[in-house]
């Protein structure tokens, strides 16, 4: 088989999977959903180093690493972000205190 | 040639991204679905580090650190009301780095295509890599800045703008035939600045209101460019998880899109047709029926039916959990009160789900558009707490609001409304609302957390 063919049926496999395995999600996990496919993406990290680690002309070298960290904050703060979002699902009992992080606690003088 | 045990890997890490997007579709299994995607990453990543024979290790893991620590440090310190700017800021660096790296590589291109012919298609998708990943980056970074506002909300559109668009994107696709034909990197980099510009040209005109579904479709097209970059490398697992985001992403931009109403491409052109601009920015200063927290308190202390309709101001004044507990104290008078979200309330498609559930606030409670639009004609009050758009029966009735044809809750439908707002001015769509005019239509003006206090201890004493 032509090799071009093999990677257009990759291609057309991957499109149907990828719409067939979201068809039914609801509303209410859109944000999150489109988070964690954003996360997903940043895998092109392994394309920035594998490109950095062959190159011998320091430019590209240059180009190369800053791939690299755009990628990383992209793999790595997407994967961190959305599972900020679903703890927020996770926790139902007001049993834990309403402790935001960072300052959003801090106004919360109200509560009886 | 990639050894057979590296492209298993590759295979496992795919399963484990399409086993991430199938968990991330339900609430019970997300959280665990989202970890499977890490897991899956991670194991690419040390894969190649295991398998290549890399140079320049030690500065390579010195910028996945660098990123690591940005990414942790911004994904944990960001405030849940801004996450769809940080979703945005991450989609588009990824892009940006799918670029770089198509660059990168045609620069080796183009240094071996004296000696041996570069497949023609491996160049048509370093193009196309290099092209849409800019635009992913540039109108990613305007999308990040019309919600941080700092850039203005409004469409921005000026004179020659479909022009400049068409005539940059004309000029960069016959820039990739002629890369197709005779490998450079000048070529690539004038695509890449080419793309850059039409990226910025393609959110500019987009308004406030239809961001969400923007953020989306970018996110789709990172997804399509990181598949392209894979095939540029022969890289199996970026064609599949670039792939796998490219298809669920524009499946889901058009799920959004259904949501408000909208089609993409009037989202994306409507305001260079000159349909989307109209609609006052300024105050109206009409007048309209406003009261205080006393009043309002024995409106809602003594209905049978009060639902809440939470917009992105409940969660701008941190007021959502005051809210919960006036709903905790209703509900122990034996009001019967739940939520109803609009699934464009916030900033994007469920954005308001995320911010209720970090003040705790009951799943049972929220109910769905679809699933609440009914009961509003048999409830007493209806409680709009920093929400507009969503409510305006201007989607129903005004052709040519930027809003027309979006589903809306409601709202004018109850027997009474208390609109909860900082003042008079427009909604993120930049319109009117009639039905703050209408005589059952009591306003509650002033900060949200601070009324909401008032009203919890007003309700308490009745």
Known sequence: MDESIVWLTIFVLSVFVGVEVISKVSATLHTPLMSGANAIHGVILVGAMLVTGTTESTIALIVGLVAVVLATLNLVGGFVVTDRMLQMFGRRKPSAPAADQGSAGAGKGASA | ?????????????????????????????????????????????????????????????????VGAVGGVVGAQRVQMTQMPQLVALFNGVGGGAAALVALVELDELSQIASVADVAEFDLAATAFTVLVGSVSFAGSLVTFGKLQELLPTKPIVFPGLPVAFGGSFLVALGLSVLLVLDPALWPGIAIGALGLAVGAMLVLPVGGADVPIVISLLNAFTGLTVAAGGYVLGNTLLVVAGTLVGASGTFLTRLMAAAMGRSLMNTLFGALKGGSTLGATEASDRPVRSSGPEDVAIKLGYAQRVLIVPGYGLAVAQAQHALRELVDVLGERGVQVDYAIHPVAGRMPGHMNVLLAEAQVPYEQLKEMDEINDQFKDTDVVLVVGANDVVNPAARTTEGAPIYGMPILNADRAEEVVFMKRSMGPGFAGIENELMFVDSTTMLFGDAKENMSKLVNAVKTL
């Open chain 2, 1 to 65: 040639m990639i050894p057979t045990w590296v492209q298993l890997a590759y295979l496992v890490a795919a399963v484990c991204f399409i086993v991430a997007l199938k968990g991330l579709s339900s609430p019970r299994t997300a959280r665990q679905g989202n970890v499977i995607g890490a897991v899956g990453a991670l194991l690419a990543v040390v894969v190649v580090f295991w398998e290549t024979d890399l140079d320049h290790v030690v500065a390579i893991l010195a910028a996945i650190a």
